[in-house]
Protein backbone atom coordinates (compact mmCIF):
# COMPACT_ATOMS: atom_id res chain seq x y z
CA UNK A 1 0.00 0.00 0.00
CA UNK A 2 2.17 2.82 -1.40
CA UNK A 3 0.82 6.51 -0.99
CA UNK A 4 0.54 8.42 -4.16
CA UNK A 5 3.39 10.88 -4.48
CA UNK A 6 3.07 14.67 -3.49
CA UNK A 7 5.86 15.35 -5.34
CA UNK A 8 5.10 18.25 -7.97
CA UNK A 9 5.22 17.19 -11.44
CA UNK A 10 9.16 17.44 -12.75
CA UNK A 11 9.75 20.40 -15.45
CA UNK A 12 9.83 18.85 -19.05
CA UNK A 13 13.38 18.17 -19.76
CA UNK A 14 14.16 21.15 -22.71
CA UNK A 15 15.01 19.75 -25.96
CA UNK A 16 17.67 21.45 -28.57
CA UNK A 17 14.74 22.71 -30.66
CA UNK A 18 12.72 24.73 -27.85
CA UNK A 19 13.11 28.01 -28.33
CA UNK A 20 13.66 30.40 -24.86
CA UNK A 21 9.79 31.91 -25.71
CA UNK A 22 8.07 28.93 -25.33
CA UNK A 23 9.97 28.01 -22.41
CA UNK A 24 9.25 31.42 -20.58
CA UNK A 25 5.47 30.49 -19.37
CA UNK A 26 6.57 27.16 -17.61
CA UNK A 27 9.67 29.55 -15.81
CA UNK A 28 7.20 31.70 -14.79
CA UNK A 29 4.34 28.93 -13.47
CA UNK A 30 7.67 27.46 -11.61
CA UNK A 31 8.39 30.84 -10.09
CA UNK A 32 5.12 31.64 -9.02
CA UNK A 33 4.92 28.23 -7.77
CA UNK A 34 8.08 28.91 -5.36
CA UNK A 35 6.71 32.23 -4.29
CA UNK A 36 3.54 30.62 -3.23
CA UNK A 37 5.36 27.85 -1.41
CA UNK A 38 7.32 30.51 0.36
CA UNK A 39 4.47 32.15 0.88
CA UNK A 40 3.06 29.18 2.92
CA UNK A 41 6.38 28.35 4.51
CA UNK A 42 6.87 31.84 5.91
CA UNK A 43 3.13 31.98 7.87
CA UNK A 44 3.61 28.36 8.64
CA UNK A 45 6.84 29.83 10.56
CA UNK A 46 5.40 32.48 11.97
CA UNK A 47 2.28 29.98 13.47
CA UNK A 48 5.04 27.89 14.76
CA UNK A 49 6.61 30.71 16.64
CA UNK A 50 3.50 32.19 17.92
CA UNK A 51 2.77 28.36 19.19
CA UNK A 52 6.32 28.09 21.17
CA UNK A 53 5.82 31.32 22.40
CA UNK A 54 2.64 30.48 24.13
CA UNK A 55 4.35 26.72 25.01
CA UNK A 56 6.87 28.84 27.00
CA UNK A 57 4.33 30.87 29.04
CA UNK A 58 2.13 28.10 30.10
CA UNK A 59 5.34 26.12 31.40
CA UNK A 60 7.06 29.29 32.71
CA UNK A 61 3.46 29.47 34.97
CA UNK A 62 2.82 25.92 35.52
CA UNK A 63 5.98 25.42 37.27
CA UNK A 64 5.28 26.74 40.63
CA UNK A 65 2.24 24.29 40.49
CA UNK A 66 4.11 21.26 39.81
CA UNK A 67 6.57 21.86 42.48
CA UNK A 68 3.37 21.93 44.94
CA UNK A 69 1.99 19.39 43.67
CA UNK A 70 5.21 17.26 44.36
CA UNK A 71 5.78 18.79 47.72
CA UNK A 72 2.07 17.90 48.56
CA UNK A 73 2.57 14.43 47.46
CA UNK A 74 5.04 13.74 49.93
CA UNK A 75 3.38 14.67 52.71
CA UNK A 76 2.12 12.00 54.90
CA UNK A 77 -1.63 11.99 55.00
CA UNK A 78 -1.57 13.44 58.62
CA UNK A 79 0.52 16.48 58.19
CA UNK A 80 -1.60 16.92 55.05
CA UNK A 81 -4.47 17.29 57.21
CA UNK A 82 -2.66 19.43 60.02
CA UNK A 83 -1.64 21.41 57.24
CA UNK A 84 -5.31 21.79 55.60
CA UNK A 85 -6.60 22.47 59.33
CA UNK A 86 -4.25 25.52 59.88
CA UNK A 87 -5.28 27.30 56.48
CA UNK A 88 -8.32 26.71 57.15
CA UNK A 89 -8.51 28.18 60.37
CA UNK A 90 -6.34 31.15 59.03
CA UNK A 91 -9.02 31.88 56.48
CA UNK A 92 -11.99 31.59 59.30
CA UNK A 93 -9.70 34.05 61.16
CA UNK A 94 -9.37 36.62 58.51
Known amino acids: MTEPSRAPKPLRQVS ?26 IAKESELGV ?11 AAPLITLAHRLRTLRPG ?12 NKAS
Open 16 to 41: PSDQPEQLRPELERAQEEIWRLRDIL
Open 51 to 61: LRGRLQELESG
Open 79 to 90: SLRSLFGRLLRR
